[in-house]
């Protein structure tokens, strides 16, 4: 029994839709930037600027979307925003770093009182 055309894709055409799948291009923050500054300028239309930086229109316009959202949200006076990996991990390199520093100074501390106490100090 056949099957009618397009019903069922070939194993070639799920292979070839998983390698484009696997090495679809990341867009960095700055490059999405750019390209919707670029929309925004208007120089040229949106269809040719996508068809340019090889992106989808709804792409584009998702990505301006959440440009000017988080634009919008700044200047409302919403300050606050997701930290990224490296503040992340300069925060936690200081906290252990203080925290080394605390207890090397409670432990200087309760050497002090060990050694007021043997020497006849007061007890407190």
Known sequence: MRQKPGTRKSHGE??????????RKQYSVEEKIRIVL?????????AELCRREGIAQSLYYSW???FLEAGKKRLAGDTARA?????VKDL???ARDLKEVVAEQALEL???KKSMIGDGGEDE
């Open 64 to 66: 301006s979307k959440e």
């Open 110 to 112: 309760r050497l002090l």
């Open 83 to 87: 930290a990224t990996s490296t503040e």
């Open 38 to 46: 670029d929309g925004l300028k208007g120089e040229d239309s949106i």
């Open 92 to 94: 936690r390199r200081e």
């Open 14 to 23: 799920k292979v070839v839709k998983d390698i484009r799948r696997a090495t």
